[in-house]
């Protein structure tokens, strides 16, 4: 299926190849790692691995997770030395029954045309992939004969279902459907339904949906326990208000995903001012079937203190246009500024809730306006004395 239609934008991220769109670059923390790409790669590399044996265990899922290059030139490697091999068998066939320097003509060999190794691997590559020329054949003179070419073509038909297998698995991952699976470039905290709240932007580009698309979200950042253990990735869970009320999501347009900062949040002690200091990093991952395959994807992002923008909220996208809905995709990492208290959400209820700070934020406004009223009239009455 196609992409929607528009252009991509610079205002949101391809998973897994968000390296490769030209975007401002975040500069991190001195010091400072992402536990999860904007791509969606983990960054976490595994050292001292001991037991390796366990990988060759499981030789498919080996084979799939390794790289394209290293894949084709196992699967020639596979038939060519599978040929060389029962080409080698094929010779010493003839040789040992005396085909190779046949001279009678009432002689009836095990395999005909066989003159030397040369034609010898031939017929293996004939008996192993079904081509029969017609020239070489196999008689009913050599009963070992009959065997290995049995042999041979089971052997064949084994490399064939598994290499044909693991490229299968390789072209159809379910990574590849996430490429299309978009999140926004930045996550704000802005207040939402009287609430302060973390919200980001997610969408899919393509028209085949993803049944049963689920978001969860973490947040991923050091801690130390009472009993003075560190922690260096704690990973926390968060809770998230899905825009449809439910655990699962309908993604048919691009969603905002809202998590509201309540006493049982994580971020519920972070003001604005703690965002620039410290470093934390939430992980979003969205998970669902492919309705084409059928086959579970996953997308992942994170959003470390940069990435997220206090006082601000994303501007719509969905518009009406006849008779339909229309989605621009340029607006999509789009954000406007909105009034924010700047201190975190605790002091905020501490303080009396949100409905407090807009009596706060209106009344400064009047007092504002009412300034401003005072000086113009008295900027007139000195110009008309």
């Known amino acids: ?9 610079e205002d949101y991220l391809l998973t897994r190849l968000a390296e490769d769109v030209l975007q401002p670059k975040f500069k991190a923390k001195p010091g400072k790692a992402r536990f999860i790409g904007k791509s969606g790669t983990c960054n976490v590399a595994h050292t001292n691995i001991r037991e390796q044996g366990r990988f060759l265990q499981d030789v498919f899922t080996t084979l799939v997770d390794l790289k394209w290059l290293y894949t084709l030139i196992i699967f020639t490697m596979s038939f060519l030395c599978s040929w060389l091999l029962f080409g080698m068998v094929w010779w010493l066939v003839a040789f040992a029954h ?3 320097d046949q001279k009678d003509d009432d002689f009836v060999p095990c395999v005909t045309d066989i003159h030397s190794f040369s034609s010898a691997f031939l017929f293996s590559i004939e008996v192993q992939v079904t081509i029969g020329f017609g020239g070489r054949m196999i008689t009913e003179e050599c009963v070992s004969a009959i065997i290995i070419l049995i042999v041979q073509n089971i052997v064949g038909l084994v ?8 490229i299968f698995m390789k072209t159809a991952q379910a990574n590849r459907r996430a490429e299309t699976l978009i999140f926004s470039k930045h996550a704000v905290i802005s207040v939402r339904k009287n609430k302060l709240c973390f ?65 049982d949040s994580p971020l519920y002690e972070l003001s604005a001012s703690d965002l620039l200091h410290e470093h934390i990093e939430v992980i979003v991952v969205l998970e669902g ?3 084409t395959t059928g086959i579970t994807t996953q997308a992942r992002t994170s ?31 789009n954000t406007v500024k909105v009034p924010t208290p700047n201190c975190s959400a605790k002091k905020l209820d501490e303080a009396g809730g949100i409905a407090r700070f807009k009596l706060y934020d209106g009344a400064t406004l009047g007092a504002a306006v009412r300034r401003r009223r005072v000086s113009t009239l008295i900027r007139k009455s000195r110009i008309e004395s």
């Open 1 to 9: 299926m196609l992409s929607r239609k528009g252009l991509i934008p």
């Open 98 to 100: 005396g085909d190779l």
């Open 159 to 166: 490399i064939n279902a598994i290499m044909l297998g693991c």
């Open 199 to 263: 919200m980001m932007r997610i969408g899919d580009l393509r028209k085949s949906m993803i049944i049963s698309a689920t978001v969860r979200m973490q947040v991923v950042k050091r801690t130390a326990t009472e009993e003075g253990e560190v922690v260096p990735l704690d990973q926390i869970d968060i809770h998230m208000d899905n825009p449809v009320g439910t655990n699962g999501i309908f993604l048919v347009s691009p969603l905002i995903i809202c998590h509201v900062i309540d006493k």
């Open 289 to 291: 079937v492919v309705e």
């Open 303 to 333: 959003y470390v203190s940069e990435e997220i923008l206090w006082g601000q909220r994303f501007v719509p996208t969905v518009s009406e246009e006849d008779g339909m809905y229309a989605v621009d995709y340029s607006k999509f990492g």
